[in-house]
């Protein structure tokens, strides 16, 4: 699978804030009502159209969320067989008018039930499901 180089692009892009803004289409269920929403831990299930959730190294891969905390564990398999940590970072976020921010940077998520989906820049989207 060609995922890794996504993921790494996209993260390395997210965390040194070099993504490039968007403007709002106005369609603002983004993100959870009141911030409770986006609490606990989820799961990897999907990158971009690709199911992933059977996937040995991302079926470890999840995103959790204390009050004030993003923890990001995102693996990626190896063409041997191994397993690869792309990511493994707990960064601190803000919730302000039902938008989350790391640092200034609003986070693009939406959820819908069970399922969290993060819109990471404009070619990646990570889908999650909260056990």
Known sequence: MKIKGTLLIAFTALFFLNCSQEESTGDD???SEAG?????????VAVGDTDVSSTECYQDSY?????TDLTFF???RQQ???CLTVLDETVRYTEEEGFYYLEN???????????????VNFETTLVFQKN
Do not use: H, K, P
Request: net charge negative; no cysteine.
């Open 36 to 44: 409770g929403a986006i609490l606990g831990q989820w799961f990897l």
């Open 80 to 82: 041997d067989g191994s």
């Open 63 to 67: 995103l959790e969320a204390s009050r």
């Open 74 to 76: 995102i693996q990626d």
């Open 29 to 31: 269920n983004l993100l």
């Open 105 to 119: 940077e609003a986070i693009e998520i939406y959820i819908e039930g069970s399922m969290l989906t993060w819109r």
